[in-house]
């Protein structure tokens, strides 16, 4: 017999969604049902996503700076808490915990009003638009990076880490091994939907200039936008470079272990897998994230010594090819930013979070669950 019924609320896109699964399956071991109420783009996920339901709720996003367009959005967002106010009242969760996105605010702000217990889970360094809004009415907020404070929203605070999936816990399983000589040097090159274009426009044009025994040893995985694919294909196969290009990886975690560097983007997911599974990494965040959050991901793992931060507009072919060439030739140098990856990794995060739900569900106040951690 279930322990209870927890609803995760989460954003249609994979940084939302990937720590919710996570702790879905969590819950899950331990005896609990778990449900989902996301947006409208939930069918992409319904065949994998480990829940007995899926509720899809009416949200907007409150980017427009249009009197009209901001009253449509208030309608649509206070529809969505009736629709989530009358799942909640039938499906009775212990409690609800959000991820993130303007679709978690009605079935966070339903909840508050029903007395339901009520977390967020944030998993930038600096907390969402639609998390802030949330902070003040919710019983606790679990961070990916945020501090645990005297703030009004620290002082709920409790740093769990980010959760990874299964598969980046299998991956980090596997050591990281330096590349010598003339052996074969793997490279992970991703950016996401929004942020690959700068990679499939750049790393060809640098990969021509390093030397031919450096390109000799190359074996490139990258991620590239489905409009981009021929023509990032054509490019490095005019440079005899081994090289598979897709719009996406269902295995990226094993390719992210088996990489001997990465160049990414530096989403909160992103650099969370990254620090798991313990890779060096060159992070280029995303220069038109709303909150500069990537650059704070960033930070985070560069000060532990995982990564190296470059700013988008401080890199070109030149540039990137000298870094990258530089790297290629000092494996000591890798191993030692792999060591530092690992050690800013969370692979208990999923554990840490579900602990956190529980005490929620069960009503305890924030200090007495921080007392029995630090027990």
């Known amino acids: 017999m279930a322990r209870g019924v927890i609803l995760l609320a989460a954003g249609g896109t ?5 720590p919710a699964e996570a702790l879905a399956h969590e819950l899950i071991e331990r005896g609990w049902t778990v449900q989902l109420a996301t947006d409208d783009r939930a069918e992409r996920f319904a065949g994998h996503f480990p829940a007995v339901a899926i509720h899809p709720i009416q949200s907007a996003t409150m980017g427009s700076k249009n009197p009209i367009a901001v009253l449509g959005a208030f309608w649509k967002i206070w529809r969505g808490v009736r629709q989530a106010s009358a799942i909640i009242g039938r499906i009775k969760p212990d409690a609800v915990v959000g991820f993130g996105g303007y679709p978690t605010l009605p079935p ?3 909840a508050t009003r029903r007395k339901v217990p009520t977390l967020i889970h944030e998993q930038n360094a600096v907390m969402g638009r639609a998390n802030r809004a949330l902070a003040a009415r919710v019983d606790a907020i679990a961070g990916g990076f945020l501090p645990q404070d ?10 769990t880490g980010n959760p990874v999936r299964p598969a980046v816990l299998e991956a980090a399983k596997t050591p990281y091994a330096v590349s010598t000589g003339q052996e074969p040097f793997r490279l992970l090159v991703f950016g996401g939907s929004q942020g690959a274009q700068f990679f499939s426009d750049a790393m060809p044009g640098a990969i021509a200039l390093l030397s031919d025994a450096q390109r000799r040893r190359l074996v ?8 981009d694919v021929a023509r990032v294909k054509a490019a490095y196969a005019a440079l005899g470079v081994a090289v598979e290009i897709s719009p996406f990886f269902t295995d990226m975690a094993a390719r992210m272990a088996a990489a001997h560097l990465v160049i990414s983007r530096s989403g909160a997911s992103t650099v969370s897998e990254i620090a798991v599974i313990g890779r060096p990494a060159l992070l280029v965040p995303y220069p038109y994230a709303l909150d500069h959050d990537q650059a704070a991901n960033a930070a985070a793992l560069a000060a532990a010594g995982g990564g190296e931060v470059h700013p988008q507009s401080s890199l070109s072919p030149e540039s990137i090819a000298a870094l990258l060439g530089g790297l290629m030739d000092n494996p000591e140098r890798l191993a030692a930013m792999a060591a530092g990856a690992k050690s800013a990794g969370r692979p208990d995060a999923a554990r840490l979070l579900a602990d956190l739900t529980e005490a929620i569900a069960s009503r305890k106040t924030i200090s007495d669950f921080r007392k029995g951690t630090d027990a």
């Open 14 to 18: 994979g940084g939302h969604l990937f």
């Open 108 to 110: 966070l702000y339903a």
């Open 150 to 159: 005297t703030s009004a929203a620290g002082a709920k605070t409790v740093t």
């Open 220 to 227: 490139i995985t990258q991620q590239a936008r489905a409009d």
